[in-house]
């Protein structure tokens, strides 16, 4: 368990480091201070959260998850309200006259979401083999973020957060028979809804029919290819002054590959995949129920948002918007992935195999005490 948790720290530790390197690096392209302060400033928010949320017993979270759902709900509803629209879509919230912070509603609602579902799994296990107890409860959980996130919209956190808590239930012991149904239903609905979008439709369609991609992934592949085996040099890359856009955020993994070349983004791609092994062995040990699905859904989190943002900025899927964990600009995911480690960190700290770790009583500790002589 000592190595899970430490090799687990290292990785996140690495990647938050690499992060803040290379939001330098994406910043020397904009004039101000703001691309390379505010990494800086979310990060030490996010390790203070990670501090506080491993030193404390994870069990406390499992009491605040009802109100944690409705407190991400509330926000989600008042987004599509009062939010920022940016791009056609409203998922920012702005407080006035403070124009640097804005706070993205859907990252708490990941984190919400799974905590609630991990204490409804721990809470009713003998009712989640059934229809009722494993599709309907927490399906309505579940469908009332999801639909949410969706009408911002954001296809990409939603298609995220719906293939974790599939995860989750499945561990939890739905059966995959009535799961299956469901999927499948969304996949059809998705769909159809897809038609109804020009937008997004014909980003599928030319990620579908032009085997290279469109123009942001087609400069995404040629910075990766530019880099070669050990890159251009740290700042030296060019993809970054305005060929490849988004690439302080959802497409920086290209501008890594260019200026640090394959052997740092394959070493990127090596530590999630740690992480997620790292993740999914201390859930798997945890002294609960509650700490197995909690554990679960926050390493299929990391593992799938890390995976599907190196997918779409190497043409395997199509784009989607989401930010690469730790790495990409963004001080709510940021913090929203820390506090996911210090939860698998908290969840390590009290797992069977740490039982193990303290001092065994030896063979004379268990002998009792030799009378006293008269």
């Known amino acids: 368990m000592k190595l899970a948790t430490t090799l687990l720290v290292v990785c996140a530790g690495g990647l938050l480091t690499l992060g803040l390197v290379m939001s330098f690096s994406a910043g020397m392209t904009v004039s101000g201070g703001r691309y390379t302060l505010m990494p800086a400033v979310w990060c030490g928010v996010g390790l203070l959260a990670a501090t506080v949320v491993a030193s404390v017993d994870y069990r406390h979270w499992q009491k605040a998850a009802w109100g944690l759902l409705a407190v991400a709900i509330a926000l989600l509803v008042l987004v599509l309200w009062k939010g920022e629209e940016l791009n056609g879509a409203r998922r920012w919230l702005r407080i006035p006259g403070v124009p640097w912070f804005s706070l993205q509603p859907s990252e708490l609602a990941k984190l919400a979401l799974i905590v609630a579902l991990a204490n409804y799994g721990d809470r009713y296990q003998r009712e989640i083999p059934g229809i009722k107890g494993g599709l309907l409860i927490p399906g309505l959980m579940v469908g009332a973020v999801l639909a949410l ?142 700490g197995l699905l909690l554990g679960t859904g926050l390493s299929f989190l990391i593992g799938l948002q890390a995976f599907i943002n190196i997918a779409v900025v190497t043409n395997v899927l199509p784009n989607k918007g989401l930010s690469l964990p730790f790495i990409s600009r963004g001080g709510s995911n940021l913090v929203v992935m820390l506090v996911c480690v210090g939860l698998l960190v908290a969840i390590a700290r009290r797992s069977v195999k740490a039982e193990f770790t303290e001092p065994a009583l030896t063979v004379m500790d268990e002998m009792p005490a030799a009378p006293a002589c008269s």
């Not at 394959?262 to 040990?285: D, P, Q, R």
Request: glycine content about 16%; hydrophobic content about 50%.
């Open 149 to 290: 996130i969706f009408k911002e919209p954001d296809w990409g956190t939603t298609i995220l957060l719906g293939a974790v808590s599939g995860v989750m239930l499945l561990v939890a012991g739905v059966r995959w028979q009535h799961l299956l149904p469901i999927g499948l239903i969304a996949a059809v609905g998705l769909g159809l809804m897809l038609q109804q979008n020009p937008n997004r439709l014909g980003r599928v369609m030319d990620w579908l029919n032009n085997p290279d991609g469109p123009y942001q992934t087609q400069m995404s592949i040629g910075a990766l290819g530019s880099g070669g085996l050990t890159g251009v040099g740290l700042g030296n890359g060019m993809q970054k002054y305005g060929y490849v856009p988004y690439h302080e955020s959802d497409f920086i993994f290209p501008v890594i590959g260019e200026e640090l070349g394959l052997v740092c983004t394959l070493g990127v791609l090596a530590a999630f995949v740690a992480i997620l092994l790292c993740g999914v062995y201390i859930a798997w040990h945890a002294r609960d129920v509650f």
